[in-house]
């Protein structure tokens, strides 16, 4: 079967490797790796998903033509390792070889001469040809308490009430508020936060992760492994209302602490979330159950959204696409085509959707960005999706970006609006005010606007009247007939 | 240790070469070969390395889906890469508009064998052009565009064009008014048209051949250049960059294009007055280090050179070639002590040191470590190709950035005093 991919839109257990590995100061990792995949994975592209100028913690083995044709790069990376230790850059720093699919594919396996390097140095093979980025960073975690951990925990004693975060890694969408957001609802159920692993942690401190009483998954898409390795009650963060009061409570449960708990749920729904509550009951809320959204997303936010927006607001969930997808969901093929043919309200997504948007020509289409490919700076902790802070975040962008569609959707005087196509003027002595339409020419305006949003339906429909009919009238016809109206919807953008 | 492992020695006074700076290699060639109208790219590689090269696709080339050969284990030991990467072309080649596939074979395909033959000449309305750039072989992304842009010429141009006088083909991406400006006073010297390759149209391309004289405004392209060579088209040396440059160049190109030469020296002194006033208006004095990994570093160089900044150190990308050596000759005989080729973020750390610079023109990680020290930095790449540089309205526009930048000076201070401060709490 040939394999075609459009858009990859998930990297791989390498990239997930190295987005693991990095996050950790005390680490300092070789990646076995030709210049490209050392500077996309550690610079170009987590300068524009993660803000950061570049990972400084890892150094390329710079794989060229002798290593594939000749050496192998076992040599390439003793030197590498040798310049780092002469540098000093590997003081105190636990030493970790990482192989890349172009190591992999010369069938570089630097396991026996790794642990000769130094003591305590390793090699992770990625199995970057086969594995993808959440696979990836799954094992890569499970990896590092295998190797670091595991032996120590047995000394660490669990202590109540303290709770360890796992995930994110780089390249996580929107992990800096999300895991701020997450921290704040562990507090509020009464627990305290022991670890955030990777993220704000260090190799040297691994074992420690065996001192809580319970562990929260950031993510859906990995961790797991690590939460059943701990052998503690484990639970996924939560998004939307409801998830996040279920979340609080079994905290609290598992804490002992269900008191706390059930305070913290009832001070917040009279302080943060009283916004959903004012929005609902405003006239923002009856806009909700005729908008229509896509998701296209990490399965933790596909799930998280839908259940919010579509169960627990009533918005109307058009399609959903997981990343990694799940075999019931359409390919990119059909995504792509969907998206140039017919986009709902929002589209949640990656730089790929608006893309598809751009191509479609879907100027009322609302691009939402919720995934990674895609370039932008998510370091403020002020976006949260998840927990009660995500769920007022979430309704308040969803209404800011009716208000801004509303506004676009107002008639502007063509005589200020230049880059516009301005409506012709009827021609001298041709008839004027509303002309009749031919049964077919009104099916055909029909179509064109069924096609459209909810919302950009309404000043659409007038102003696509007003194109075909001004057309008419210069030419003179006495009804819209439809070929003239075919002719100037076609025309149309979404 | 063993003694294969023991050539760790730099050349004298070079430090450790860690961290070699460019981008993907293959990134080059992808940029020019996504932004032809009506071009639609097929990649043949591995899961990480598409990831990376569409999403600097993405932000940097063009606004177009990117199709590919996906090559896992399963397809690369079971034999099915051409028949992947086929079955890509095919899709490519559906969609509108689309008269040419370059397919672009990375890393793990070129080590496995994809061969040329097997793949279609056509695939619907469309030229299939197959464009090799494992980053193993090829160590900068400058360097790959010219291997895109000769694989292109190679097929595409109609070699027995009639040679048009009078005609120049300007060779280099560069800021989109740059090209426009050059025209016009090529004009005013009698030119009857101009071309810029790489640029968006495939009809270019296969004019190629039907220009009078090449122009290349960077110096990578050695197989292009060559190409035009071999058609017997003349090469103009240099670039119409800076005072003396410019002057040249305009000159170079009259003789070449056999212009009226009275009318040649009136544009160009012309010219060389409005780039002089320039200077005078606003002359620099600094102490810069220009550090980019785009292959025109040294170019920008020498125009800082002659606004009277001082240039002691330049690092690029690239490899050293003749097509630099004018330049780097320039910049030598003029105060420039170190040009480093093929550099890694080592040598430039090294410069920063040794030379405690105004302002350093870099790639991300060498810029934020001069902000680290309160030293004003700019990402190459991203602003200055994003501004005109050639001719005396180029000088302008590159010199006032300069100049607003080391009057910015206080604020990387501050910056840099603030944050120390919070780290050491």
């Known amino acids: 079967m040939p394999s075609i991919v459009r858009d990859m839109p998930e990297t791989s257990s390498y990239w997930a490797a190295i987005w693991t590995l990095g996050t950790l100061p005390d680490v300092h990792v070789i990646c076995d790796a030709p210049i490209g995949c050392f500077n996309l994975a550690a610079t170009a592209v987590p300068d524009y998903t993660d803000a950061i100028p570049h990972i400084e913690n890892i150094t390329p083995s710079v794989i060229r033509e002798t290593e594939v044709n000749t050496t192998g790069t076992g040599p390439a990376v003793k030197r590498v390792f040798q310049d780092l230790r002469d540098e000093g850059l590997l003081d105190n720093k636990h030493l970790i070889v990482v192989s890349t699919a172009e190591s992999e594919m010369i069938g570089s396996d630097l396991t026996d001469l790794v642990t000769q390097l130094q003591p305590g140095a390793r090699f992770f093979h990625s199995e970057s040809l086969t594995e993808d980025e959440w696979t990836g960073r799954d094992r890569i975690l499970a990896w590092l308490w295998d190797n670091y951990g595991a032996e120590n925990a047995a000394r660490m004693a669990v202590e109540p009430g303290v709770v360890n975060i796992i995930g994110p890694t780089y390249g996580c969408f929107n992990s800096a508020s999300d895991l701020h957001e997450v921290c704040r609802l562990i507090e509020g159920a009464g627990g305290r936060v022991n670890m955030v692993f990777p993220f704000e942690a260090r190799l040297s401190e691994i074992a420690e992760l065996a001192c809580a009483q319970v562990n929260v998954v950031l993510y859906k898409e990995f961790g797991q492994t690590l939460a059943e390795s701990l052998g503690r009650p484990w639970i996924h963060a939560p998004i939307g209302m409801r998830d996040t009061t279920a979340f609080v409570r079994q905290l609290g449960h598992w804490l002992g602490t269900t008191e706390e708990a059930e305070a913290f749920i009832q001070h917040e729904k009279q302080t943060t979330l009283q916004a959903v509550w004012d929005l609902w009951r405003g006239p923002q809320g009856d806009w909700f159950a005729s908008l229509s959204v896509g998701i296209v997303a990490t399965g933790t936010y596909v799930d998280g959204l839908s259940a919010y927006l579509g169960e627990e607001l009533g918005l109307s969930i058009a399609f959903t696409v997981s990343r990694p997808r799940r075999s019931a969901e359409i390919e990119t093929e059909a995504l792509r085509a969907l998206l140039h043919a017919r986009p709902p309200n929002l589209v949640y997504g990656s730089m790929n959707e608006k893309i598809y948007l751009s191509e479609g020509g879907a100027r009322q289409a609302s691009f939402i960005p919720a995934a990674f490919p895609g370039p932008i700076v998510r370091r403020s902790v002020g976006t949260p999706f998840m927990g009660y802070r995500g769920a007022v975040y979430l309704i308040q962008d969803i209404v800011n970006r009716l208000y801004e569609a509303l506004y676009n959707v107002l008639p502007l005087d063509s005589a200020y609006a230049p880059s516009g196509v301005p409506i012709p003027a009827p021609s001298v002595g041709a008839k004027r005010g509303n002309l009749p339409w031919t049964s077919e020419a009104k099916a055909i305006l029909d179509e064109a606007l069924e096609n459209l949003p909810y919302l950009a339906r309404i000043s659409a429909s007038r102003e696509l009247q007003m194109r075909v009919e001004a057309v008419a009238q210069q030419r003179g016809f006495s009804e819209v007939t439809p070929e003239v109206a075919s002719q100037v919807l076609v025309s149309q953008g979404k | ?425």
């Open chain 2, 1 to 425: 240790m063993t003694s294969d492992i023991m050539s760790t020695a730099q050349p004298e006074g070079r430090s450790c070469q860690l961290h070699p700076q460019s981008m993907c290699p293959a990134f080059g060639a992808l940029r020019v070969l996504a932004r032809i109208e009506g071009s639609h790219p097929v990649l043949a590689s591995d899961t990480g390395c598409l990831y990376g090269l569409t999403f600097v696709t993405h932000f940097y080339g063009a606004r177009k889906s990117i199709l590919a050969a996906h090559l896992g284990t399963d397809e690369l030991m079971g034999g099915e890469v051409i028949e992947s990467t086929r079955a890509a072309i095919e899709e490519a080649a559906k969609e509108p508009g689309c008269a040419l596939v370059p397919v672009i074979s990375l890393c793990v395909a070129e080590t496995g064998g994809l061969a040329e033959e097997m793949l279609p000449q056509r695939a619907g309305n469309a030229d299939v052009v197959l464009v090799r750039v494992p980053a193993y072989a090829i160590h900068s992304h400058p360097e790959t565009k010219d291997v895109a842009l000769s694989a292109l010429l190679r097929r595409l141009s109609h070699t027995e064009s009639v040679r048009r006088d009078r005609t120049l083909a300007l060779l280099g991406e560069v800021f989109p008014a740059d090209p426009l400006a050059i025209d016009g006073l090529l004009r005013r010297m009698g030119v009857e048209e101009t071309v810029t390759l790489p640029g968006r149209s495939l009809d270019d391309l296969q004019r190629a051949a039907s220009f009078a004289a090449l122009a290349p405004l960077h110096p990578f392209y050695s197989d292009t250049v060559a190409f035009f060579r071999e058609w017997d088209i003349p090469v103009v040396g240099g670039a119409p960059v800076g005072i003396s440059g410019t002057y040249a160049w305009l000159q170079s190109i009259g003789s070449l294009l056999q212009l009226d030469p009275v009318v040649v020296t009136q544009v160009a002194e012309e010219e060389r007055e409005r780039s002089q006033a320039v200077v005078n208006a606003q002359p620099l004095s600094a102490r810069i280090l220009v550090t980019g990994y785009e292959g025109n570093e040294l170019a920008y160089a020498r125009m800082l050179v002659e606004a009277g900044a001082e240039v002691p150190y330049v690092s690029t990308s690239i490899g050293a070639d003749p097509l630099v050596l004018p330049d780097e000759t320039w910049l030598r005989s003029r105060g420039t002590q170190e040009i480093v080729y093929r550099k890694s973020l080592e040598d430039d750390i090294a410069a920063l040191d040794k030379y405690s610079p105004d302002l350093v023109l870099g790639t991300t990680p060498f810029c934020a470590a001069a902000k680290e020290r309160g030293i004003p930095a700019m990402y190459f790449t991203n602003q200055l190709s994003a501004r005109p540089f050639f001719l005396s309205g180029g000088m302008a526009a590159t010199l006032a950035f300069i100049q607003q930048t080391l009057d910015g000076k206080p604020r990387y201070e501050w910056m840099q005093a603030f944050f120390t401060e919070a780290t050491d709490a």
